[in-house]
């Protein structure tokens, strides 16, 4: 027979009973819990293992399937680096399946991940890929606004003097550049940041030995660009002279170096058009003042006859000095772009010009003075 219990005896054994029961209630709990994590990081790993055995058997829409399960197993289990990584390789993948309008989400999702994470080198270069997306897609305003994310991420992670963020701040720079005749203050104000953009690209650049990379001489025609729709052309005849230079032996840039040279001759010609009218031309004498002269005869420059011309762009500059009358007593060509008929054709006209002083100065004892004239320039866009 069961020994008689104390009521107090009885009380401690259901207490300890009770202790019992719940230390094992939370042990299954824990071993339930345990299980059902090792269960994930084993489904974890076999749809990571055959992900990436379909990724090298080619198997795009095979791969594309297995990563969404993959992507989907990550997330749920709150795991960053892992989903980060899968939405970086799924959005290449929507790239090889053609499906454009998923590639900047799959980024996106990406620079989540791995915002936070606080991985700020993954997080740019994840912004920095939806925002080229965009663009490929012709959204420009959202590619604005990626691209100014990743330069709030550059900032926040004190990286905004590397190579990275001169590549953001190029493409910054692209994304502000506004059409060529838009005018007025918003405008105007564009095409300063695309300065400021471009300006801190380069000194980048320049900061890692990187002033021959094709880069700098992109930013260099955008600065160029920028300067000539705010009308100061001095300022942009030297990176755009120094862009020639740096694209002239690439022969696919041949379009752009064209339009480069176009722009340039046309510049070229208005500079010494400070007034707005074509038939005056000011010349420095030798003892420092400036005198005016007045073209009174002039005749027609005929655009010359080139053969294999890629453009049609043109520029010819001469060297002239007067006679007594103001005719052309000497001529001689300085300067022919890009063929040296455009330097004949200049010769062949100027050469039966008069010029006449505005003032009293006698035309002999001008100095010789240079004169250009572009043909038939066309700003493209």
Not at 217 to 230: Q, V, W, Y
Request: hydrophobic residues 40%; contains cysteine; aromatic residues 8%.
């Amino acid at each position: 027979m069961f020994p008689r219990l104390r009521i107090y005896e009885y009380v401690f054994l259901v207490y300890v009973w009770r202790i019992v029961i719940l230390y094992f209630r939370s042990l299954t709990v824990a071993c339930l819990a345990l299980v059902v994590t090792l269960t994930a990081k084993a489904d974890l790993e076999t749809l990571g293992t055959e992900f990436n055995n379909q990724i090298a058997a080619n198997d795009i829409e095979a791969a594309h399937r297995v990563g969404l399960d993959y992507y989907a197993a990550s997330t749920s289990e709150d795991d960053h680096e892992t989903a980060g990584r899968v939405a970086y390789t799924m959005a290449s993948l929507a790239a090889l399946r053609e499906d454009k309008e998923a590639v900047p989400d799959w980024f996106d999702r990406c620079a989540d991940h791995y915002g936070a994470l606080g991985a700020a080198a993954q997080e740019v270069d994840c912004i920095h890929k939806a925002a080229l997306s965009y663009k490929s897609l012709n959204k420009p305003g959202t590619t604005r606004h990626r691209l100014k994310s990743a330069e709030r991420a550059l900032k926040a992670a004190n990286a905004e003097h590397t190579i990275v963020a001169a590549l953001i701040y190029a493409d910054l720079a692209e994304s502000y550049i506004p059409p060529q005749f838009e005018v007025g203050a918003s405008a105007n104000a564009d095409r300063e940041r695309v300065l400021d953009y471009t300006h801190s690209a380069r000194t980048i650049l320049s900061d890692n030995g990187q002033e021959g990379h094709f880069l700098y001489a992109t930013l260099l025609a955008r600065e160029a660009t920028a300067l000539e729709d705010l009308e100061r052309f001095e300022e942009a005849m030297p990176p755009l002279q120094q862009a020639i230079e740096m694209m002239a032996d690439q022969p696919d840039q041949a379009e752009l170096v064209a339009d480069l040279r176009r722009r340039y001759a046309k510049i070229s010609a208005w500079s010494g058009d400070q007034d707005g009218d074509p038939n005056l031309i000011t010349v420095k004498m030798e003892d420092g003042r400036e005198v005016q002269l007045k073209i009174t005869r002039r005749s027609r420059v005929i655009y010359p006859k080139t053969q294999n011309m890629a453009s049609e762009y043109g520029l010819g500059t001469v060297l002239i000095s007067l006679d007594s009358k103001g005719d052309v007593a000497e001529i001689e060509i300085i300067n022919s772009e890009p063929t040296p008929e455009f330097g004949a054709a200049v010769e062949k006209a100027v050469k039966r010009w008069r010029f006449s002083p505005q003032d009293d100065t006698p035309p002999e004892s001008i100095p010789a003075f240079s004169y250009g004239i572009s043909f038939d320039i066309v700003r493209r866009r």
